[in-house]
T-cell receptor
């Protein structure tokens, strides 16, 4: 069945770059999303990429998509303590069905 | 921020009691969703709605029912709550389905504890 995988934890030092990786199984996925969840809050959409794109950049965020390997990554440049959160990768398959990964908990060390 | 309100935000109840969670939106979006979030599982879809009185099951629908009598309200009911339904429940909305690029926007969640 359709699945999205992520590593569960990542720890980086403030000012470094963070790279959060995600793999998905459904090659027909049309849109791939990154969401951020802060403690006690809902998911906030950070960015998304359409499957015919390789890269998307939005300020400190860079999304890379390797469609052949079904691999998605989110790079956060100059990571700040306010970036500490859980990051969810999600893949949109048929008819608005969205599959979420388990989330990667990012800890930023001052 | 998308206008989504979940109520209640927190609830503690006993096994066997009925529970209803409410999601209210002010965006007039057609699609509404209920997810549960559990450690290590991410978000799993319980039920979703693609219009008034139009609903369908998600991947973890057993033990849950939903109703949508108005565009703005989507109710999730646990007919007889069990401890395995202790979770954080999120409502989401989106403007379009199919191959549209409209992402889902989420409410702030309801933390439900069943003792």
């Amino acid at each position: 069945g359709e699945d999205v995988e992520q590593s569960l934890f990542l720890s980086v030092r403030e000012g470094d770059s963070s790279v959060i990786n995600c793999t998905y199984t459904d090659s027909s996925s049309t849109y791939l999303y990154w969401y951020k969840q802060e403690p006690g809050a809902g998911l906030q959409l950070l960015t998304y990429i359409f499957s015919n794109m390789d890269m998307k950049q939005d300020q400190r965020l860079t999304v890379l998509l390797n469609k052949k390997d079904k691999h998605l990554s989110l790079r956060i440049a100059d990571t700040q303590t306010g970036d500490s959160a859980i990051y969810f990768c999600a893949a949109k398959t048929s008819y608005d069905k969205v599959i979420f990964g388990p989330g990667t908990s990012l800890s930023v060390i001052p | 921020d998308a206008g989504i309100t979940q109520s209640p935000r927190h609830k503690v109840t006993e096994t066997g009691t009925p529970v209803t969670l409410r999601c209210h939106q002010t965006e007039n979006h057609r699609y509404m969703y209920w997810y549960r979030q559990d450690p290590g599982h991410g978000l799993r879809l319980i039920h979703y709605s693609y219009g008034v009185k139009d609903t369908d099951k998600g991947e973890v629908s057993d033990g849950y029912s939903v109703s949508r009598s108005k565009t703005e309200d989507f109710l999730l009911t646990l007919e007889s709550a069990t401890s395995s339904q202790t979770s954080v429940y999120f409502c989401a909305i989106s403007e379009s389905g199919g191959l549209g690029n409209q992402p889902q926007h989420f409410g702030d969640g309801t933390r439900l504890s069943i003792l």
